[in-house]
C-alpha cells in the first residue's frame, strides 16, 4: 500500500501489532479491519515505511482486499535470506540512536511464526527468531537479517 510516499508490504497474515494506544494484550490478535484502519488511519508507531504481516495466507488476502478496496496497493516481500545480525548494530547502520530503542520495537509487527523489523530506508527486512515472550525488550535481543526488497512473490510461512 502506499500512502504518501509510505508503502506497506504484505507477507502472509494479520496479527497483533506493537504499537497501538493503547496496545493490545500480547495475547490478542488484531481483526482484518483493525489492521486495515490502523494502517489507514496511522495509529501505529511507526518510524518506518513499511509494516509486515506474518501469519495465514487466508486472513492476508482478507487483508488484501480490504486494502485494495481503499484503492491501496500491495507490493511482496522475498523472505529467503539469513544472515544473523546484532540488534544494536542493526539499529545503529541505519540511523537508530540508542534512546530510539523502544520507538523502534514499537514498529514490530509480531506473529505466532515470527516478527519483523523494516528499516526506514524500506531496504532491509529482519526477522526476529523468538517470540517465546510476545513483550518487545525480548524480541529484539535475538534478530536475523532475512531479506531485501523487493523481490519475488513471497513464501507462505505455515502454523507450527
Not at 116 to 135: E, G, H, P, W, Y
Amino acid at each position: 500500500m502506499t500512502k504518501g510516499n509510505r508503502q506497506i508490504y504484505l507477507l502472509d497474515s494479520c496479527v497483533w501489532i506493537e504499537g497501538f494506544n493503547p496496545p493490545p494484550d500480547p495475547e490478542s490478535r488484531s481483526s482484518c479491519h483493525e489492521v486495515v484502519d490502523a494502517v489507514i488511519n496511522r495509529r501505529i508507531s511507526v518510524l518506518l515505511p513499511t509494516l509486515v504481516l506474518l501469519e495465514c495466507q487466508k486472513t492476508t488476502q482478507k487483508v488484501v482486499s480490504l486494502l485494495n478496496a481503499r484503492k491501496t496497493t500491495i507490493q511482496p516481500i522475498d523472505f529467503n535470506v539469513g544472515l544473523a545480525v546484532d540488534v544494536a548494530d542493526f539499529m545503529e547502520i541505519h540511523g537508530f540512536k540508542k534512546n530510539d530503542r523502544m520507538d523502534c520495537c514499537h514498529a514490530l509487527v509480531a506473529g505466532r511464526t515470527g516478527a519483523v523489523l523494516v528499516t526506514d530506508d524500506a531496504k532491509i527486512v529482519a526477522k526476529l527468531s523468538s517470540l517465546d515472550d510476545a513483550r518487545i525488550p525480548k524480541i529484539v535481543s535475538s534478530v536475523e537479517l532475512v531479506a531485501s526488497f523487493p523481490k519475488a512473490p513471497p513464501q507462505l510461512i505455515p502454523y507450527p
